[in-house]
Every structure is written in C-alpha cells, then in structure tokens.
C-alpha cells in the first residue's frame, strides 16, 4: 500500500515539473516557493480543524490529552523537516540558472543512493537485491535525463542539485523516523508553514515580487501549491509510514519518468526511445524491489 501511494505522490511530482518550468518564467525562485509551501499548509489547515473537531466528540479526555501531546511532536519535528524542505527546494529552483532540466532531475536522485548509505551508518540491513535495484534505477534515469552524447561537465547549478539532494536524502530520512509517532497531516502542515516562513523571509531579502508575475504564474502556483505541495508532500509522509527509506527513494524518483510523460502529453515532447528504455528500467527496478517486501512480509507476521 505504501508504495501505491508513493507511485501516486511521484505521479502528481511529475505534472508538478511542468507546472514549475511555466512558473519559473514570471516569477523569481524565492518567490516561487514561498507562495508554493504556504498555500499547501493554508489548504490541509481546515481540514485538520474539521477532523480534529469531528473526532474530539468521540475522545474521552485522556485521548485529548495524548492528542496534544502529539501535537507538539508533530509541530517540532514538522519544524525540522521544513527546514530540510525549505533548503532543498530553493536549492533545486536556482539550480536551474545554470544547469538543463535533465542534468538536474539527474543529480538529485542522487538521493537513491545517499539514503540507503545513511542507511548504513544507522545500522540498518540493505539487502543486496535492493541495492541492485537502486542502481538500475539510477541506470534508467541515466538514459531518461540525457541525451546520446551530452556533455556531462560539472557546474554551477549541478553542485547546487547535488546539495539539494543531500537535504532531500535528510528530509527522507527525517519521515520515516518521525512519521511513525505523528499525525501524518499535522507533521506535512508543520512541515509547509515552517519552509514557507524561510522562502518568503528569503523573497523579502534577495527576490523583487511583482504581482502581474503572480498573476501570471497563477495556475502553475496553484497546481504546484495545492496538488504538488499540499497533497503530494503529505501522501509522501503517508506513504513512508508504509514502506522502508531505500525503497521509498526508488519509487519517488519515478517522478523524472512521468515529468517525461506529461511533457510528451501536456506541451508534446515526444519521447525517443532513448528515454523509453529509461523509463522501462526504472520501472522494472521498482516491481523487483518489491520482492523484498514480499520475502519479509511472512517473517514481519
């Protein structure tokens, strides 16, 4: 179930991407993510006020009492991941002045590799067909993100990918250990807010916003906040409560397989097959992976 919903998450991620190159063009990166984060905190505050008030009617006052407990767990640590958030979001929207699209999309999924590695140092056990999976995963994405022949020079804006990857990697991390003991949406909402504050405090410093950009970007901002953000960022949190780190990395790096989809369907990039058989790999490396799952499952029972 957890990677369905992680599958779903990379889905909504990848439609994202379009909406983010179309913004990019009117509205400045601090800008961008600023409006982004806190429109998806705004949108999960309601419903959290209307379940909360639902449920309260059915709790006796020592589950009132837990529930605030969790609450302040679930502000602190959605604090932190927001942090992580706010660093590696920004980082990635710069990195675009100065590197392709692919090259991009490219070194961030770096983070398949950092996460199982931080997994090590946490002592926890990879098995070895995982670790076959990551990297055929990360082979796809080779043939997806690059063109025959392009140069694979380093500069300005892959370092700053590379460093987004590792606060993503943080962030990945962060949820599984976190989620296991918060309210899913309350952690996502504290997560928002707190990436939020640091982009507007960083639009407000570095950015000069116009309101007809804002206009302008409206329905790249508004997918991006509402689906991309407020949805996708929380069925992540979800989505990790149900499935290992490592594996969960693999499944959210298909969001560079449908970003090529939605580009050939929504502004018609047609694929060539060079990033067919990219997208083939990556998706054969996530349904092999699953048969780790599988094997553990009787044991877990």
């Known amino acids: 179930m957890g990677v369905l919903i992680l599958l779903l998450t990379a889905i909504i991620w990848g439609a994202s991407f379009v909406s ?17 984060t806190l429109m998806g905190a705004t949108v999960l ?21 837990q529930r605030k407990i969790s609450n302040k767990k679930s502000i602190f640590y959605g604090m932190i ?17 100065y590197s392709t699209a692919g090259k991009i999309a490219f070194v961030t999924a770096m983070y398949m590799f950092f996460v199982p590695i931080a997994g090590l140092f946490l002592k926890k056990k990879i098995p070895l ?3 076959i999976c990551v990297i055929a995963g990360f082979i796809g994405l080779y043939f997806l ?12 804006g892959d370092i700053l990918a590379l460093i987004c990857a590792i606060f993503f990697t943080g962030q990945i991390l962060c949820i599984e250990k976190f ?4 309210d899913g949406i309350k952690l996502s909402c504290a997560q928002f807010f707190t990436a939020g504050i640091i982009s507007l405090i960083l639009m ?4 000069h916003p116009k309101w007809s950009g804002i206009i302008q970007a409206g329905p790249a901002l508004l997918y991006s906040g509402i689906l991309s953000c407020g949805v996708a960022y929380t069925l992540q949190v979800v989505g990790q409560k149900r499935c290992e780190a490592t594996i969960a990395s693999l499944v959210m790096c298909m969001e560079s397989v449908f970003a090529a989809l939605f580009a050939a369907i929504l502004i018609h990039e047609r694929l060539t097959g060079r990033e067919i058989l ?13 048969l780790v799952d599988l094997k553990k499952k009787p044991v877990e029972e």
Request: positive net charge; glycine residues 6%.
């Open 20 to 36: 983010q190159s179309v913004g990019a063009e009117s509205v400045e990166p601090f800008t961008f993510m600023a409006i982004r």
């Open 45 to 65: 505050v309601p419903f959290i006020l209307i379940r909360d008030k639902v449920e309260s009617k059915k709790m006796t006052q020592k589950q009132i009492a």
């Open 81 to 97: 991941l927001g942090v992580f958030l706010a660093i590696a979001t920004n980082l990635q929207q710069y990195a675009f002045y």
């Open 129 to 131: 067909l995982t670790w």
């Open 145 to 156: 993100c690059f063109k025959g022949g392009e140069d694979f020079s380093i500069n300005k």
């Open 179 to 182: 989620s296991q003991s918060c």
């Open 204 to 207: 407000l410093m570095f950015d």
């Open 278 to 290: 990219g997208c083939v790999i990556m998706f054969t490396a996530i349904v092999v992976s699953q």
